[in-house]
């Protein structure tokens, strides 16, 4: 099955910053790779996702980059806020069929005013 | 359009107990997935259901067992429960098996603790 590793495992960045955040998969038929941010004692949100037929996506301060080849995606966060500060989880999932998703073990990001 | 619920939001049981945790899906939502995420970890998947059918199992002893109802909530059970089974449960809920938006809407969670 799939296997997706996340680092770094803990990231703290000041204010204003850029962060970034890698994982890599290891299944080379997943096609879909979504980020999601889980706030302290709330629930996984999706922020930004990509598709294996795109290399970079961006939406206002993230942005989301995939190597097909090397098998690897990021996730780039600049002029990084205070509210930016929360658990980052990459996923991979093989869209359209119904499969699981598999996610990394999540990097705990820290914005320091 | 309401979003998933679930519940309780915490509760704790000792070892070799039942437990039960239950899951409203977003309005509209026919496919329920639930993960298991132990603390400082990602979500690990445990199974989905589909149109009140299992569709797709994750690496979970049989002790763990879902049901999915005609109004596509859905139900966890754990069995026998063991220390490890301490976890946030998460429910996530999407329209369909096959898509065009992959996007998972999770709940809140609820935070088993076993003693």
């Known amino acids: 099955g799939e296997n997706v590793e996340q680092h770094p495992s803990t990231l703290s960045v000041q204010e204003g910053d850029s962060a970034v955040i890698k994982c890599t998969y290891s299944?080379?038929?997943?096609?879909?790779f979504p980020w999601y941010k889980q706030e302290l004692g709330k629930r996984p949100q999706l922020i930004i996702d990509i598709r294996s037929n795109v290399g970079e996506k961006k939406d206002q301060r993230i942005a989301v980059t995939l190597n097909k080849t090397a098998k690897h995606f990021s996730l780039h966060i600049t002029e990084t806020q205070p509210e930016d500060s929360a658990v980052y989880f990459c996923?991979?999932?093989?869209?359209?069929?119904?499969?699981?998703?598999?996610f990394g073990t999540g990097t705990s990001l820290t914005v320091i005013p | 359009e309401t979003g998933v619920t679930q519940s309780p939001t915490h509760l704790i049981k000792t070892r070799g107990q039942q437990v039960t945790l239950r899951c409203s899906s977003q309005s509209g939502h026919n496919t329920v997935s639930w993960y298991q995420q132990a603390l400082g970890q990602g979500p690990q998947f445990i199974f989905q259901?589909?149109?009140?059918?299992?569709?797709g199992r994750g690496n979970f002893p049989p002790r763990f067992s879902g049901l999915q109802f005609p109004n596509y909530s859905s139900e966890l059970n754990v069995n026998a429960l063991e220390l490890d089974d301490s976890a946030l449960y998460l429910c996530?809920?999407?329209?369909?098996?096959?898509?065009?938006?992959?996007?998972?809407?999770f709940g809140e969670g609820s935070r088993l603790t076993v003693l």
């Open positions: 299944d080379s038929a997943s096609n879909y």
């Open positions: 996923a991979a999932n093989l869209l359209n069929t119904g499969n699981q998703f598999y």
């Open positions: 996530a809920s999407r329209w369909g098996l096959a898509g065009t938006s992959g996007e998972l809407f």
């Open positions: 259901y589909y149109r009140e059918e299992e569709n």
